[in-house]
């Protein structure tokens, strides 16, 4: 069978692979002119646990399942990684609310969390903000761009075509795309065109989705005080995990990102200002002197939309001679080779 993925983000990627493996003639096209232009490459890093999704959800299924499977890749393609975990410390107010999330997480197939106490928490991390802390043993951080391009290595070594800098650009009948560099026939398209995914959905008549792009902006902290990431329990009203402090593998510190909706899928200029990131620097780790933060990057999270209201799931859906995965943001990077698998099944 010939198959054409739309999309050479880290799902189309595997999803590549997964096709390759069974014997399938495999075409990866990707818009960009090199790989992580967008959401696969434009995101905090980390190898998520699962712990922050609906309860029962796809998403925390296919991240949990995904967390494991990442490892797994990450060790086989010698990718720079460190399983460090993370911790999940409450914000003003959400004390009280730190072991209900325990009990309620403590139920998930993953690693058991850990409750730390203030003492214990400052023992590890000095400069954080002493409180009670819950520590997530799945969490992890990778070199993201490693990643795509190892994949990327991997699949063309196995015989995987993929085409950087072909903009698809329409339908030609029902098997054939129609590219910037020429038509190209499929028997089975797949769409993992990620904040674009909605736009190519059209073309097989699916039509009932939107994509929003959701703007995250970052700042680099110029020190790494800390050991581990640093999240706060889920806020209802945000877009995303919230700003937390990340440590890279490169030895700077990640703050960010937020979220607010913007017009441009394209846009990714920075539209936020630096004193919200201060204060949350301060807010975690009142003790840090001397800082300093510079702009980082930007990312769009392809946030999905049904008759005007928010999946906030990830949707993959057969039509036809068609499968499309729409809304694959965090933790996309997590859950693409169990995306992957979920793609396969739906043949």
Request: hydrophobic letters at 35%; glycine letters at 10%; charged letters at 20%.
């Amino acid at each position: 069978m010939l198959v054409v993925i739309i999309g050479a983000g880290i799902v189309g990627l595997h999803t590549a692979r997964i096709f390759q493996e069974r014997g399938d003639e495999v075409y990866l096209l990707e818009a960009a002119s090199s790989l992580g232009e967008e959401t696969s490459g434009r995101n905090s890093s980390v190898i998520h646990s699962g712990v922050f999704y609906k309860p029962g959800s796809f998403k925390e299924k296919i991240c949990i399942e995904g967390n494991r499977l990442t490892y797994q890749w990450l060790r086989e393609l010698n990718v720079n990684h460190r399983a460090c975990g993370k911790w999940i410390v409450p914000e003003e107010g959400q004390e009280a609310d730190l072991e209900t999330f325990l009990a309620r997480i403590e139920s998930l197939p993953t690693p058991k969390p850990q409750l730390l106490s203030p003492k214990q928490l400052s023992r590890q991390e000095p400069l954080l903000r002493p409180t009670q802390a819950i520590f997530i043993p799945s969490t992890g951080l990778v070199d993201a761009a490693g990643y795509l391009k190892s994949m990327a290595v991997y699949l063309e070594e196995r015989g995987v075509h993929i085409i950087l800098g072909c903009r698809v650009t329409g339908l030609r009948g029902e098997c054939a795309l129609e590219t910037e560099r020429g038509e190209i026939p499929f028997d089975l398209a797949i769409n993992a065109a990620g904040l674009y995914a909605d736009e190519v959905a059209r073309w097989s008549g699916l039509n009932e989705y939107e994509i929003r792009p959701c703007r995250g902006d970052y700042y680099l902290l110029n020190q790494q005080p800390l050991q581990r990431p640093v999240y706060h329990l889920p806020n209802r009203s945000a877009h995303g995990l919230g700003v937390h402090l990340t440590p890279t593998l490169d030895g700077q510190t990640l703050v960010g990102p937020n979220a607010f909706f913007i017009r441009e899928k394209s846009n990714y200029s920075p539209l936020s200002s630096i004193e919200d990131f201060q204060r949350s620097v301060r807010f975690y780790l009142p003790h840090l002197k001397d800082f300093s933060l510079s702009q980082g990057y930007s990312g769009n999270r392809p946030k999905l939309f049904r008759a005007g209201q928010p999946v906030g799931e990830f949707i993959l859906k057969k039509k036809g001679n068609w499968i499309h995965a729409l809304g694959i943001e965090s933790p996309g990077l997590t859950a693409a080779p169990a995306l992957a698998r979920e793609i396969l099944r739906l043949l």
